[in-house]
């Protein structure tokens, strides 16, 4: 096994073998890094962004609360199709979801 921890599906480390659809959560992580400009582990996060720390777990909140668009890089102030981030966003969240095996 070979790959960057945070891309890696959590089931590895659960069960130490990697499932059929740990590629499909490592393309969802991908999605995120891309849509939002963000690593999906910040380390450097200061104490009152740490719910920004995770990516993944940020992206969930997000979606949650009806606020994915939050997500978007911010660079990029709001010059974006929303609805195509939205299916974006969408998309990486359905590849996070956990096996149901």
């Known amino acids: 096994m070979r790959g960057t ?29 891309i849509v939002s400009g963000r690593r999906p582990l910040h380390v450097l996060a200061s104490p009152m962004k740490l719910e920004k720390a995770n990516l993944i777990s940020w992206s969930r909140h997000l979606a949650h609360v ?10 990029l102030k709001y010059d974006y199709n929303k609805e195509q981030a939205s299916m974006c966003i969408n998309l990486a969240l359905t590849c996070l979801q956990k096996s149901q095996n």
């Open 66 to 75: 009806g606020n994915i668009l939050e997500l978007v890089d911010e660079r």
């Open 5 to 33: 921890l945070c891309y890696v599906a959590p089931e590895y480390g659960g069960c130490g073998f990697l499932m059929e659809k740990a590629d499909i959560y490592s393309f969802g992580v991908l999605i995120l890094v």
